[in-house]
């Protein structure tokens, strides 16, 4: 028999399936992306997103306890929430625009996919400030206007509906090599709208009856995550005040009101710290550490019924929790490991703050020198999600926060975190590099308003050029350039200025490129597989040829890419 309309059950398979087919796909969708840099991580961004509301999808499966609201809203905040760069904040819209319409239907036919799909749309195409056709955007607006054209035209056959859908799908994916010149000199499709492809295809099996494991693991830690030595271990227990991490989520009864809130965040600030209370409509997150949890979770009882709920006895714990690549773990070893004092949240109200997002200890070093409260640990190796702006703007104690994305992979997140946030004044400074990002901090003078500094801010980075300097994953042809597999590339603000296999020739040559007459400073930051010596040798090279300059060099730590120059 035909089955002509979703459930909440068949949408929860339907949506897991998903997942679990974007997750299988997630490296080849890497290996799509146009430059052949080793952080290629459009498909990880996808997969890491929509992982974020399938784990709670997965447990409201699990537990029969399924209907459409709390689905859509499950798929919807959790998406949200852990959205990373922009491939994963515009699927996180999608499905925030798809899941406004569905929310209050029993089961969804036709013609509610139609305007589901077409809300979708307008959703995510509204939270990107220019969009650009030839992107997951286009291949999901021509699924959207398939569907509606269907719809339109009376198809009665849910099976015939979906699989029409998705055949257009490809073939407007198909078509984004023609939309986007950098696309068809690489000879790749959009990995965005491959990556959407690859969810409606696994979610299209799931109707079809196709057995799926739709068990949701957390991923391994990503290569390289450290573990704490012996002496910081024992230093932690000693030093831990609250020994139990408690965590749960409040299924509101009622409407949680701004002095509701207020009232519940002080009462745990009361009897513990590493507060996190995260509203969201209907559904309140939680994190605290206390050394009572009963009574933490007593007083969540009186807003409505408790989910999800969790306990960590942290003084016997004897390892600090590894970095994950998943948003939930990366939670949990942010709350439970020991902070460095200079990004604990300060003790007294500030009139500013600042975040900034960088990885290399001495980059970040950098930034705290400049008086940064808070670093979120990524850049290109890693985009945070959503969710860890939310508990960043929470650690820092200030009425307006400054955040520096310092990647253009990372703004849309931190924009999604700012209409996210209600207690603070959030200003996201769209720094591009992580030059840029100093040089914003460097241009802030307390004594202007927060509209003025972001004005100042703003206008100072548009008159910083960066390039750094990385090796090629693949072989491939692109913008004029013949490139092998481990050749350096110079890549800076507008594409590829140098290619060779001499880190230094290249890091000279693309710094050429950079400069012009008016050109003043030059910063140059090397990485952690860059010896000092080799360093301030390529220093003394640039010094000589641009005497008229200042010429400054600066250990990064950063990986991946060997040299990261500004000029301004």
Known sequence: ??????????????????????????????????????????????????????????????????????????????????????????????????????????????????????????????????????????????????????????????????????EHAGFVLSQTPDMLPVLKQAGVVDSGGQGLIQVLKGAYEAFLGKEVDFSIETPAAAAGAPFASSNAKAQAETQIKFGYCTEFIIMLSRPFHSKQEKDFKDYLESIGDSIVVVADEDVVKVHVHTNDPGLAIQKGLKYGALSNM????????????????????????????????????????????????????????IFRELGVDHIIEGGQTMNPSTQDMLNAIDKVNADTVFILPNNKNIILAANQAKYMH???????????????????????????SPEENESAMT????????????????????EGYEISQGDYMGIGDEGILAVGQSVEAVTAEMTDHMMSEDMELISIYYGEDINEE???????????????????????????YSYIVSVE
């Open 422 to 448: 209600e207690d603070k004044h959030i200003i996201v400074i769209p720094t591009k590099t992580i030059a840029q990002g100093i040089t914003a901090v460097i241009n802030y003078a307390p004594d202007l």
């Open 310 to 365: 969790k306990i960590d006895n942290m003084r016997l714990e004897h390892h600090e929790k590894v970095i994950r690549m998943n948003q939930k773990a990366e939670e949990d070893a942010a709350m439970a490991a020991p902070k460095p004092a200079a990004m604990e949240e300060t003790s007294e109200r500030k009139p500013t703050g600042f975040i900034a997002v960088s990885a290399g200890d001495g980059l970040q070093a």
């Open 459 to 478: 206008e100072a980075i548009g008159a910083v050029r960066t390039g750094e300097v990385t090796y090629a994953v693949r072989d491939t042809s692109i």
């Open 1 to 166: 028999m035909a089955v002509n309309k979703i459930d909440a059950k068949m949408l929860a398979k339907m949506f897991l399936a998903g997942a679990k087919n974007l997750e299988s796909k997630k490296e080849w969708i890497n290996e799509l992306n146009v430059f052949p840099v080793p952080d290629g991580d459009t498909g990880t961004n996808m997969t890491l997103t929509i992982m974020s509301a399938a784990k709670d999808v997965a447990a409201m499966d699990a537990r029969n306890d399924l209907d459409m609201p709390s689905l859509a809203k499950a798929i919807s905040s959790g998406s949200l929430r852990g959205a990373r760069g922009n491939s994963g904040v515009i699927l996180s819209q999608l499905f925030r625009g798809f899941t406004k319409v569905i929310r209050d239907c029993e089961s969804i036919d036709i013609p509610t996919l139609a305007q589901a799909g077409e809300r979708a749309v307008e959703t995510a195409y509204k939270a990107v400030m220019k969009p650009k056709e030839g992107t997951i955007l286009t291949v999901a607006k021509g699924a959207a206007q398939k569907a509606r054209e269907l719809a339109d035209a009376g198809e009665t056959d849910m099976e015939k509906y979906l699989s029409a859908i998705i």
């Open 534 to 560: 080799d360093a301030l040798d390529l220093r003394d090279k640039v010094a000589e040829k641009y005497p008229a300059c200042d010429v400054e060099l600066q250990y990064g730590g950063q990986p991946i």
